[in-house]
């Protein structure tokens, strides 16, 4: 563990001199900076610029992952085009139209609109539910979310960590989430996080480590979770590939 951790500093350290500076991470539109505090905030930089920087993460193009060995995505940052491999199901759709083309054992679904509509719906909530465990860190200032810093608490293995709370305002599919999110003060990256399916809880319903942090294209991604669903076989493309827009490719 400690080789590993000082593998991944010096990796961390390299990234910071190359990426743009802290202060250059402007929120999303809509973002609660009102009701979110300054040491939060600054965290949620800090916590950009170890996984690569705002630059990097902005020009990164297409994400592919594997979620909990059960669903295979094919994402397009750039223009919200999305492939998820669903068992014997095929989706094609575009996130930010909603629109899309549905297969299933290769067969295209035309006719039956409302169960079309209905996987187009499920494609998008599986992939809001499957790209978080990817690159909720990324998200920390997104357009809803409001940042509060509550505690410093040790990681299992000792190393001091900040425990951030992300919380949402009408915004994605369950507004009324929240989570805690351990930063660890050497690394500064997520390392652990708590999920509340109420803010209000006083316990969480999950707890999972983010563990084994790589680099993929210019920017680090998280594949191991624990006992939560990992997200692996990640891939990153510098130009969409021509199977997320063709069915029949694998």
């Not at 994400?63 to 669903?86: E, S, V, Y």
């Not at 949402?168 to 599919?173: I, K, M």
Request: hydrophobic share 35%.
């Amino acid at each position: 563990m400690k080789l590993q951790t000082s593998a991944l500093l010096a990796t961390l350290l390299l990234a910071a001199c190359s990426s743009t500076p802290v202060d250059h991470n402007p929120p999303s539109p809509g973002f609660d900076a009102g009701r979110s505090d300054a040491r939060a905030i600054e965290i949620a930089d800090q916590v950009m610029v170890a996984m690569g920087g705002r630059r990097a993460w902005d020009k990164t193009r297409c994400i592919q992952w594997n979620f909990a060995d059960k669903r295979r995505h094919l994402w397009d940052k750039h223009t919200g085009d999305l492939r998820l491999d669903d068992g014997l199901r095929t989706v094609l759709m575009n996130l930010n139209s909603g629109q899309g083309r549905v297969f299933e054992a290769g067969e295209e679904i035309v006719r039956d609109t409302d169960k079309k509509r209905d996987m187009l719906e499920r494609a998008y909530k599986l992939w809001v539910n499957g790209s978080y465990w990817l690159i909720a860190p990324y998200k920390m200032k997104d357009t809803g979310t409001r940042l509060t810093w509550r505690r410093e608490e040790a990681l299992p293995d000792g190393r001091m960590a900040d425990v951030v709370r992300l919380e949402f305002d009408g915004v994605g599919v369950t507004p009324e989430n929240a989570y805690d999110l351990w930063v660890a003060r050497d690394t500064h990256l997520v390392e652990r996080w708590a999920y509340f399916k109420w803010r209000g809880d006083s316990q969480p319903a999950m707890d999972n480590p983010w563990r084994d942090w790589r680099r993929y294209g210019s920017i680090l991604l998280a594949s191991d979770h624990g006992t939560g669903p990992a997200t692996k076989d990640i891939k990153i493309y510098d130009q969409p590939p021509p199977r997320l827009f063709d069915p029949k490719l694998e």
